[in-house]
């Protein structure tokens, strides 16, 4: 069973950053592909970044150049970076770990950017 643990929301004003981590336990972590999705009040959860285990990258194009997604295996934790937040960033942020069909998800994170 994998457990995902999702730390460091919080409030931030536009400009502000924000570092997102998700800390992943009974799993081999490095095998699985992890990422973040984030849900804002009244909209469809959307994928923010996705991090394969190769090391590969992707971002919805509204957070390129401004979020930044990584993974320490060591640590077994992949972190998201959030820089020159928005309003529109504001929502609900969820850690998922997948492999092989299977997908497990964090409890989330609540960003808010506001002034």
């Known amino acids: 069973q994998v457990q995902l643990v999702e730390s460091g929301g919080g409030l931030v004003q536009p400009g502000g950053s924000l570092r997102l981590s998700c800390a992943a336990s009974g799993t081999i972590f490095s095998i699985y592909a992890m990422g973040w999705y984030r849900q804002a009040p009244g909209k469809q959860r959307e994928l923010v970044a996705a991090?394969?285990?190769?090391?590969?990258?992707n971002y919805v194009d509204s957070v390129k150049g401004r979020f930044t997604i990584s993974r320490d295996n060591a640590e077994n934790t992949v972190l998201l970076q959030l820089s020159s937040l928005k309003p529109e960033d504001t929502a609900v942020y969820y850690c998922?770990?997948?492999?092989?069909?299977?997908?497990?998800w964090g409890q989330g994170t609540q960003v808010t950017v506001s002034s």
């Open positions: 998922y770990a997948a492999y092989r069909g299977s997908t497990y």
């Open positions: 991090l394969s285990s190769r090391g590969s990258t």
